[in-house]
């Protein structure tokens, strides 16, 4: 059974920073990459950024420059600093897994919400 337990989450004002981590448990998983989705009230869920274990990162154009994620290949943990933070960044934000041979992410966390005031 693979979990992902995230942590980080807050309320934080505009202009402002916070660092969201996960971490992938389960006896025998060994991801091949991790990311972030993340959803606001009332809109679709989006991608935010995602990395590879074997690879670089990739971010949702609004995000890029803003937000860095990386991993601890080690703990298969993957973490998000987010700075710069603006209202229309306010979301539940979920963590994600693909395991090895998946072409799609299988593997999503509970969520932790980002709240950024004006």
């Known amino acids: 059974q693979v979990q992902l337990v995230e942590s980080g989450g807050g309320l934080v004002q505009a202009g402002g920073s916070l660092r969201l981590s996960c971490a992938a448990s389960?006896?025998?998983?060994?991801?091949?990459?991790m990311g972030w989705f993340r959803q606001a009230p009332g809109k679709e869920r989006e991608f935010v950024a995602a990395i590879r274990w074997s690879g670089g990162p990739e971010y949702e154009d609004s995000v890029k420059g803003r937000f860095t994620i990386s991993r601890d290949l080690r703990r298969n943990t993957v973490f998000l600093q987010m700075d710069s933070l603006q209202p229309e960044d306010t979301a539940i934000y979920l963590c994600v897994a693909k395991g090895y041979g998946s072409t799609s992410w299988n593997y999503w966390g509970q969520g932790t919400q980002v709240t950024v005031s004006s």
């Open positions: 389960g006896r025998t998983f060994s991801p091949v990459a």
